[in-house]
């Protein structure tokens, strides 16, 4: 197990629906990396920009991105995560991928849909959470609209990393440095959200606002607004272990369950 992960977010602006143009920019920016890193996090849909038109662009998970993925991941000894758009048995899906550097994959779909952009239209909502096990440390990956649900969110795994890929817009960016904060603090984790910068083919806007939290709810990074960031930060578990048992919140958790 390790005490301490060394994490690099990534906050990009995103070539519209241009995966191989995204994937030469995210090679450049991983290979200007000095320090050692364990994982490294990309927005979501981060090789095409949060599209509806996954038909032309959607892959498999033996193609380009998921390759370029397992290469990338195993040639900086780092997992390598974000959400890409998935093609799999005539069904679309806004899934997130965790790479291992053994190339071992997980991955998660997208479960709360944004009905307001149209996505429920177009794609396939997931209906299992998650849990990464990884150099000792349990993640729970889940994506941008996923914030606004603490119910699914709940930790009733103990997993020690609650983490966020997004393309959250600039005019609700409010309810983003909001919401992340509020779930470290309830569900007594690490929090990391990583969202993009620029403006997509829709003419929305993306400031940014990528940052992380430890279990209190106190920022620990917070990426530049309205730019492309690279930012490398450390987090260690025993604060985890110290923070739960001085204040042994989780323990009086309700219980509950998902339909």
């Known amino acids: 197990m390790n005490r301490f992960l060394n994490i690099v977010l990534i906050q990009s602006d995103i070539f519209w629906q241009n995966s191989a143009k995204n994937l030469v920019k995210y090679s450049k920016r991983i290979s200007e990396i000095k320090e050692e890193v364990d994982i490294i996090i990309l927005p979501e849909m981060f090789t095409t920009g949060f599209s509806m038109q996954p038909k032309d662009i959607a892959e498999q998970m033996d193609g380009n991105t998921v390759q370029w993925m397992i290469t990338t991941s195993k040639k900086s000894n780092a997992a390598i995560c974000g959400s890409v758009i998935i093609q799999e048995d005539g069904k679309y899906y806004n899934r997130f991928l965790f790479v291992h550097p053994s190339g071992e994959i997980n991955y998660y779909n997208k479960r709360h849909l ?13 209906e299992h959470k998650l849990i990464v096990n990884y150099k000792g440390w349990k993640i729970c ?12 969110a709940r930790n009733v795994e103990d997993y020690d990393i609650l983490l966020y890929v997004a393309n959250w817009p600039k005019p609700r960016i409010n309810a983003w440095d909001t919401l992340l904060p509020t779930r470290a603090i309830e569900n007594m984790c690490y929090t990391i959200g990583v ?14 606002h990528s940052a992380a939290y430890n279990c209190l709810g106190e920022q ?9 960031d690279v930012i490398s930060f450390t ?25």
């Open 114 to 126: 944004f009905t307001l952009a149209g996505e429920e239209k177009v794609y396939t909502a997931g």
């Open 195 to 208: 969202n993009r910068v620029g403006v997509d083919a829709s003419r929305l806007e993306y400031n940014g």
């Open 220 to 228: 620990l990074i917070n990426a530049l607004p309205d730019k492309e």
């Open 141 to 152: 990956p889940l994506v941008c609209y996923d914030l606004r649900f603490p119910v699914w």
């Open 235 to 259: 987090i260690d578990k025993t604060h985890i272990s110290t923070t739960r048992n001085k204040f042994n919140f989780l323990k009086d958790k309700d219980t509950f369950k998902i339909l």
